[in-house]
């Protein structure tokens, strides 16, 4: 199976057409908004219909994002259907297997071309006018074909495609930027904590099951930064979930309630946080016992299998996250500032038994699916932030991000910089790269500080 992963010079040229008035897109300088020094965040980045939409145009359509894993296509043909912010696209194998995307809306009038989750297929048709695009995205068949002008080309008309694909240990990510930062360029220091997910096993990681998908209320900011940053919140939120897992029925002991850990800071937004604690690993028993861990200190190293293995949590920027011990990967997709879905796919290592991956899948779906006992927990906090945060004087109090400010450093242990387990310090780097990025124009803007209304193609 390839991926490609090549930059072209030049975004599809049907993009952007025809050009817009300026006075469409105007933008928001969002530097007041965010203070990552003083560690105080405006709640109205997560309530503004305007700051969403601009989101759109400068976080989405220009950073990398999780789009499917390698293991749900095995054949040509074989497809699966996303998002990309709001924008829907497909995911298919195409004769030569390679992996393909493509914006999801036929160029005709529009329409979902494919409105299945998944499947397999030789031709995507749509159901409007029977306009059909081969697997490669070329413009096929168009009925009554002959009424069009003569200088109609069905060259003109191919699907509109995700210029930048690539790969990094089964994940599929995107980017609608035709020239973007290389993926694991993008990552940087990120990949070492991802490893300690997506490597354990020489064979790799597969997805087990379908997608479960669950709509929230609440900006879904607000997940990817928890995720991110967030381990303050476990002993409070998660206190019944604690004591349901715990082998007393009373909670875990105090050493681990109050575990050491790190929490991984990078300056593209991504971040990770884990527990340090011998301990600490909440996992399925069959999973624990399958695991040779020398073995697995020999491949990853003492400090990840002691670390980022654990009961952690992370976010690469800006809304694919995952939880290493449950195997649980999922996408924040936004639906509105005050709308999150949620899909999560379950991953094991493709060398598991049978046995054991059902296990795992059990165990993601106690704890972490749409009727997980930590899920539950979560999705309340979000949607109750969110459901007051319209109110005026609400919206006009601040939010306190000012936990572990000054503690980053380079600890020697791991990879980039550092913080305390609990602290703010991914928090605080999450909306700092946000707002550069909100504030700085994007590519379908030719980089033109003076045109920030301009369309993509203009």
Same mark, same amino acid.
């Given at each position: 199976?390839?991926?490609?992963?090549?930059?072209?010079?030049?975004?599809?040229?049907?993009?952007?057409?025809?050009?817009?008035?300026?006075?469409?897109?105007?933008?928001?300088?969002?530097?007041?908004?965010?203070?990552?020094?003083?560690?105080?965040?405006?709640?109205?980045?997560?309530?503004?219909?305007?700051?969403?939409?601009?989101?759109?145009?400068?976080?989405?359509?220009?950073?990398?994002?999780?789009?499917?894993?390698?293991?749900?296509?095995?054949?040509?043909?074989?497809?699966?259907?996303?998002?990309?912010?709001?924008?829907?696209?497909?995911?298919?194998?195409?004769?030569?297997?390679?992996?393909?995307?493509?914006?999801?809306?036929?160029?005709?009038?529009?329409?979902?071309?494919?409105?299945?989750?998944?499947?397999?297929?030789?031709?995507?048709?749509?159901?409007?006018?029977?306009?059909?695009?081969?697997?490669?995205?070329?413009?096929?068949?168009?009925?009554?074909?002959?009424?069009?002008?003569?200088?109609?080309?069905?060259?003109?008309?191919?699907?509109?495609?995700?210029?930048?694909?690539?790969?990094?240990?089964?994940?599929?990510?995107?980017?609608?930027?035709?020239?973007?930062?290389?993926?694991?360029?993008?990552?940087?220091?990120?990949?070492?904590?991802?490893?300690?997910?997506?490597?354990?096993?020489?064979?790799?990681?597969?997805?087990?099951?379908?997608?479960?998908?669950?709509?929230?209320?609440?900006?879904?900011?607000?997940?990817?930064?928890?995720?991110?940053?967030?381990?303050?919140?476990?002993?409070?939120?998660?206190?019944?979930?604690?004591?349901?897992?715990?082998?007393?029925?009373?909670?875990?002991?105090?050493?681990?309630? &109050? +575990?050491?850990?790190?929490? %991984?800071?990078?300056?593209?937004?991504? !971040?990770?946080?884990?527990?340090? @604690? =011998? #301990?600490?690993?909440?996992?399925?028993?069959?999973?624990?016992?399958?695991?040779?861990?020398?073995?697995?200190?020999?491949?990853?190293?003492?400090?990840?299998?002691?670390?980022?293995?654990?009961?952690?949590? &992370? +976010?690469?920027?800006?809304? %694919?996250?995952?939880?290493?011990?449950? !195997?649980?990967?999922?996408?924040? @997709? =936004? #639906?509105?500032?005050?709308?999150?879905?949620?899909?999560?796919?379950?991953?094991?290592?493709?060398?598991?038994?049978?046995?054991?991956?059902?296990?795992?899948?059990?165990?993601?779906?106690?704890?972490?699916?749409?009727?997980?006992?930590?899920?539950?927990?979560?999705?309340?906090?979000?949607?109750?932030?969110?459901?007051?945060?319209?109110?005026?004087?609400?919206?006009?109090?601040?939010?306190?991000?000012?936990?572990?400010?000054?503690?980053?450093?380079?600890?020697?242990?791991?990879?980039?910089?550092?913080?305390?387990?609990?602290?703010?310090?991914?928090?605080?780097?999450?909306?700092?790269?946000?707002?550069?990025?909100?504030?700085?124009?994007?590519?379908?803007?030719?980089?033109?500080?003076?045109?920030?209304?301009?369309?993509?193609?203009?």
């Amino acid at each position: 199976m390839s991926t490609e992963d090549s930059c072209p010079s030049k975004a599809n040229p049907a993009i952007g057409r025809l050009p817009r008035p300026a006075s469409m897109n105007t933008n928001v300088d969002v530097s007041t908004l965010v203070d990552t020094d003083g560690g105080m965040i405006d709640r109205s980045i997560y309530t503004d219909r305007g700051i969403y939409g601009q989101e759109m145009r400068r976080v989405f359509a220009r950073s990398w994002l999780f789009l499917a894993h390698e293991s749900q296509f095995k054949k040509p043909g074989d497809f699966f259907t996303t998002f990309m912010g709001e924008d829907p696209v497909i995911v298919t194998m195409d004769k030569t297997k390679t992996i393909r995307a493509y914006l999801n809306s036929c160029r005709h009038r529009g329409v979902r071309l494919c409105r299945a989750d998944a499947g397999a297929t030789k031709m995507f048709t749509c159901t409007y006018h029977g306009w059909s695009f081969d697997l490669a995205g070329a413009l096929q068949s168009v009925p009554n074909e002959q009424a069009y002008p003569e200088n109609f080309d069905r060259k003109d008309w191919s699907l509109i495609d995700v210029p930048s694909l690539a790969t990094y240990k089964g994940l599929i990510f995107g980017n609608w930027d035709p020239n973007a930062e290389p993926l694991e360029e993008s990552l940087g220091d990120m990949r070492y904590y991802m490893d300690a997910m997506l490597d354990r096993d020489p064979e790799g990681t597969e997805v087990m099951g379908g997608v479960m998908k669950w709509e929230l209320e609440g900006n879904w900011k607000l997940a990817a930064e928890q995720f991110a940053t967030d381990w303050y919140h476990v002993n409070m939120s998660h206190a019944s979930a604690l004591m349901v897992m715990s082998p007393t029925g009373r909670g875990p002991k105090a050493e681990i309630a &109050a +575990t050491p850990g790190r929490q %991984f800071v990078a300056p593209n937004g991504h !971040g990770a946080g884990f527990p340090t @604690h =011998p #301990k600490s690993r909440f996992d399925a028993g069959p999973v624990h016992e399958y695991y040779d861990y020398p073995a697995l200190r020999e491949r990853l190293g003492d400090a990840a299998v002691e670390g980022p293995m654990t009961t952690g949590h &992370a +976010t690469v920027f800006p809304n %694919f996250s995952y939880l290493p011990v449950n !195997g649980s990967i999922r996408v924040w @997709h =936004p #639906k509105g500032p005050d709308k999150i879905e949620v899909w999560a796919w379950i991953l094991v290592d493709k060398s598991m038994p049978d046995e054991v991956k059902d296990a795992q899948r059990l165990y993601n779906l106690r704890t972490f699916g749409p009727s997980g006992i930590f899920e539950a927990d979560d999705g309340e906090n979000w949607s109750e932030v969110q459901a007051i945060s319209h109110g005026f004087v609400t919206n006009s109090v601040p939010l306190n991000f000012q936990m572990g400010i000054g503690s980053e450093r380079n600890d020697g242990v791991y990879p980039g910089q550092t913080s305390e387990l609990y602290s703010d310090a991914a928090g605080r780097s999450f909306y700092k790269h946000w707002a550069g990025l909100m504030n700085t124009p994007a590519w379908h803007e030719q980089g033109a500080q003076g045109q920030q209304g301009q369309q993509p193609g203009q």
